[in-house]
């Protein structure tokens, strides 16, 4: 794995060739045997493909538009909508998108005690774990990915398209890449590194 580390990159272009249901349920299965803050699990896949892919990039669109007009969950980034609108065009080429809900997560709009945000904190962790195994995995495969997080400019959107209990938490493309990536730039290692001993 420490090759699939170095090697993923962020694709946003995808070629049309499909993907296998044993692949895509190989890199499903790796995101299931991350681990999670007290084993609770909390992750559930949904995996859009197809006509449901179709109708699931018309509701996106719509929430963009929503978002650009009023009622903006996002207000101070708008700047970045057009970058979200360019996401939906990715996803559009992508063969599978596979959406990411927190089970066990409350809407991003509750009010929380200081305990049941530690529990949301720890639940994402987890999910994120979950995500990283999948990425990993696709790489592997030499299948690209793109972890999505612009779904939020058209949340309440997709959450109701998708019809699950928990909280939506994000959203990753999958398809054979139509690019070769260079890496991008990392911060250096002791700008982020604290040794204490």
């Not at 509750?110 to 990425?135: D, G, R």
Request: glycine fraction near 4%; charge should be neutral; include cysteine.
């Amino acid at each position: 794995m420490i090759s699939a580390i170095y090697d993923r990159r962020s694709i946003r272009k995808f070629s049309d060739k499909p993907i296998s249901k044993e692949d895509l349920t190989e890199i499903i299965e790796s995101g299931i045997k991350a681990p999670s803050s007290k084993n609770r699990q909390p992750w559930k896949f949904i995996v859009v493909q197809g006509k449901e892919k179709e109708e699931m990039l018309k509701v996106f669109r719509k929430g963009i538009l929503r978002e650009e007009k009023e009622n903006a969950l996002l207000p101070q980034s708008r700047q970045h909508i057009p970058a979200a609108k360019y996401t939906v065009d990715i996803m559009e080429e992508a063969p599978v998108v596979v959406f990411v809900v927190n089970t066990l997560g409350k809407s991003i709009l509750s009010e929380m005690t200081p305990e049941e945000h530690i529990y949301e904190i720890c639940n994402v962790q987890s999910i994120s774990a979950a995500i990283q195994n999948m990425l990993l995995t696709a790489t592997e495969k030499q299948i690209g990915s793109l972890w999505i997080c612009d779904i939020y400019f058209a949340y309440a959107e997709i959450c109701e398209w998708l019809n699950s209990e928990g909280q939506l938490i994000a959203a990753i493309a999958f398809g054979y890449p139509n690019e070769v990536q260079k890496a991008r730039p990392r911060k250096n290692f002791d700008d982020v590194v604290v040794w204490r001993v």
